[in-house]
C-alpha cells in the first residue's frame, strides 16, 4: 500500500509561480515511476507530467514544455512540480499518481496503481 499526500496548491496571478509537493509512504519510493495529472471542472482527468524511478527520464504535455518541471528526491520519498509562467488555463486539482508496476512514466492514467487526494491549483488573470 501507497500513501500520497500532496501539497502546494494555492491562488496565484497569470505569470507566477507554484510548487507542488507530494510526500509517499508506505512502501518503497524509489524504483517506481511517478506522475501528475490535473482536472479541472468539467473535465477528465489529463497527464501533465511524469518522472522514471530513477528520475533520470521525464516527459511532459506539450502546452507546460518549458514552463513545469517534475522532479524527485528519493532520500525524502518526494514528488515535486515547480510551476513557472502560471497561466488561467492551468487552474485545476493536481493529482500525484504511482505506478509499482512501470520504472518508466507513462501518460496513461490507468498504469498509475496509487492516487494521493489532490491540490488545488487556481490562476487569476
Known amino acids: 500500500q501507497v500513501q500520497l499526500v500532496e501539497s502546494g496548491g494555492g491562488l496565484v496571478q497569470a505569470g507566477g509561480s507554484l510548487r507542488l509537493s507530494c510526500a509517499a509512504s508506505?512502501?518503497?519510493?524509489?524504483?517506481?515511476?511517478m506522475g501528475w495529472f490535473r482536472q479541472a471542472p468539467g473535465t477528465e482527468r489529463d497527464f501533465v507530467a511524469a518522472i522514471s524511478g530513477s528520475g533520470g527520464s521525464t516527459n511532459y504535455i506539450d502546452s507546460v514544455k518549458g514552463r513545469f518541471t517534475i522532479s524527485r528526491d528519493n532520500a525524502k520519498n518526494t514528488l515535486y512540480l515547480q510551476m513557472n509562467s502560471l497561466k488561467p488555463e492551468d487552474t485545476a486539482v493536481y493529482y500525484c499518481?504511482?505506478?509499482?508496476?512501470?520504472?518508466?512514466?507513462?501518460?496513461?492514467?490507468?498504469?498509475?496503481?496509487?492516487w494521493g487526494q489532490g491540490t488545488q491549483v487556481t490562476v487569476s488573470s
Open positions: 499518481a504511482a505506478s509499482t508496476r512501470r520504472s518508466v512514466g507513462s501518460s496513461q492514467s490507468s498504469q498509475y496503481d496509487y
Open positions: 508506505g512502501r518503497t519510493f524509489r524504483g517506481y515511476a
